[in-house]
């Protein structure tokens, strides 16, 4: 790779040099996540704010390919990820009282959710290594993105999912022709399903949970989020956490641009949890190893049992001084319905858990007054219809009559 400098195991601390081939530490195996590293005493001669001026630039998270893993000679999956919206909405902030609080809406990326970042990087680098399959397990969400970027991309995807996996997700990888492996089991045995398939059948794997490189593309939503404030970071960043890739990805955004002197300060970084499904929370909360949990939440998302990125989390929220918290599905829920009220924008249940964790932190006084959060709604909720009509409150029947309208809004 022309890019990229190296690999560091987050668990050993271990160095491997660029060329090593294998996903993981070869000590540590399976947790032993490798973390991708660059020459940023480099990359900080030439890239200066005035570099993002270039009209020439794409509007894409590719813009920021120096400091992405993809080759420059590979040819880039063609779907426009990135470059989602960002809208402040200061009057929920008073509100909760503190000065700022904005809301990046992910869910408006092509297939819908964050993940489409990652899993462009998964297809492009796929591509790159002269793959023809890719394959990874999902609760829905890298599921349906995989499907449609390795579609776009000239690939043929192998899907597994759990059998609770939301049938608008499923729907969405058979229609971008993904081979879907429904698995009458939990999202783990998905997860080991894939896993034996890629090493097998020698098809790429695309798993967050172990592959290195898709943490790279997760990274430009913090990227993005600089760009969009003008370079004034917020002092907290709110994300929903399953597996602990996305927060990760996101507070190591910050870092590389902190280190690059594109920002002066990394933001404090908060994760929440499903109180159904907390074992990150737990692990932080007690400085322990973590405990497998078996997921009982409606947002499906973030239902890990066995996040396998969770050490990342745990170092992102401990070196920004944030904090872990859970919220309950009930919260949840209210949070989709006060989002979509307030704001206009429908999140999916992980999609709003951040802000219902915003809530409840603010509802405790945590937020300084002249504070300015930020949200990153990393989910559409039409990828979970149910749940949004639960959340919302469901809908009236009338007979086509004008007098029987007028009786129930009068």
């Not at 920002?263 to 109180?275: C, R, T």
């Not at 930020?374 to 004008?402: E, R």
Request: with cysteine; hydrophobic share 40%.
């Amino acid at each position: 790779m022309d890019i990229v400098r190296g690999f560091r195991c987050i668990k050993c601390n271990k160095y491997f040099a660029a060329n090593y081939a294998d996903l993981v530490c070869d000590t540590c195996g399976i947790e032993g996540i490798l973390d991708v590293l660059y020459d940023y005493g480099e990359l900080k001669g030439k890239i200066s704010h005035e570099y993002f001026t270039d009209a020439s630039l794409p509007a894409s998270h590719w813009r920021y390919r120096f400091l992405m893993p993809v080759e420059y000679s590979t040819s880039l999956p063609p779907l426009e990820v990135g470059n989602s919206p960002l809208y402040r909405w200061n009057n929920l902030a008073v509100r909760y009282g503190f000065r700022s609080l904005l809301f990046k809406d992910d869910g408006l990326n092509p297939t819908s959710s964050l993940k489409d970042r990652a899993s462009s990087v998964g297809v492009a680098m796929a591509r790159q290594a002269g793959k023809k399959r890719i394959t990874c397990a999902s609760t829905g969400n890298a599921a349906s993105s995989l499907a449609g970027n390795a579609t776009a991309g000239g690939l043929e995807s192998l899907i597994f999912v759990p059998g609770n996996a939301p049938e608008g997700k499923i729907a969405q990888c058979l229609i971008f022709g993904a081979r879907v492996f429904v698995v009458e089991g939990t999202y783990e045995q998905a997860f080991e399903l894939s896993m034996e398939c890629a090493q097998r059948y020698g098809i790429y794997n695309r798993n967050s949970g172990i592959n290195p490189f898709l943490v790279e593309g997760k990274k430009t939503v913090s990227f993005e989020l600089c760009e969009q404030l003008q370079w004034k970071v917020p002092d907290y960043v709110i994300m929903s956490v399953g597996d602990g890739c996305s927060l990760a990805a996101a507070w190591k955004g910050m870092k590389e641009f902190h280190q690059l002197g594109l920002i002066e300060k990394v933001p404090a970084f908060i994760g929440v949890q499903a109180e159904g499904c907390s074992p990150v929370y737990k692990a932080w909360k007690e400085s322990a190893e973590l405990q497998q949990e078996e997921p009982q939440t409606l947002a499906d998302s973030i239902a890990v049992g066995t996040p396998r990125n969770w050490r990342k989390a745990v170092k992102a929220v401990k070196e920004s001084s944030g904090i872990f918290l859970t919220v309950s599905d009930e919260e949840i829920l209210q949070a989709m319905q006060e989002v979509g009220r307030e704001t206009g924008i429908c999140g999916e249940p992980a999609g709003v858990t951040c802000y219902a964790g915003m809530k409840k932190l603010a509802e405790n006084n945590y937020f300084d007054n002249d504070a300015e959060v930020a949200l990153i709604i990393s989910g559409n909720g039409l990828k979970d219809v149910s749940s949004v009509i639960k959340a919302a409150g469901g809908y009236q029947k009338v007979p086509p009559d004008i007098e029987e309208v007028a009786r129930n809004i009068l």
